[in-house]
Nanobody, 113 residues
Framework: QVQLVESGGGLVQPGGSLRLSCVAS????????MGWYRQAPGKEREWVAR???????TYADSVKGRFTISRADAKNTVYLQMNSLKPDDTGVYFC???????WGQGTQVTVSS
């Protein structure tokens, strides 16, 4: 199984930027086909972005043009670059490994003035 550890969350003002990282390891390790989700207090978890086996990237309409998902195989890491952040982007961000349907513990992102 794959172990995922997210980091990079924090407090940022509206219009600011933040980069999240997800480091993967495990007996059946692979960082191919990874995604980011987020969940705000009192709301359901929602899909944010995905990078598939061949490097294809897709995004939720709410973040398209502002967020970028990428990966660095040598570092076993998937990134989520978040720009032009809005208060509605606030929530706990989770990394997901699609082949094993495994989730990380999440990292908190708060966008507030």
């Amino acid at each position: 199984q794959v172990q995922l550890v997210e980091s990079g969350g924090g407090l940022v003002q509206p219009g600011g930027s933040l980069r999240l990282s997800c480091v993967a390891s495990g007996r059946t390790f692979s960082i191919y086909d990874m995604g980011w989700y987020r969940q705000a207090p009192g709301k359901e978890r929602e899909w944010v972005a995905r990078i598939a086996e061949l490097g294809q990237t897709t995004y939720a309409d709410s973040v398209k043009g502002r967020f970028t998902i990428s990966r660095a195989d040598a570092k076993n890491t998937v990134y989520l670059q978040m720009n032009s952040l809005k208060p509605d982007d606030t929530g706990v961000y989770f990394c997901k490994h699609f082949p094993t349907e495994h989730w990380g513990q999440g990292t908190q992102v708060t966008v507030s003035s």
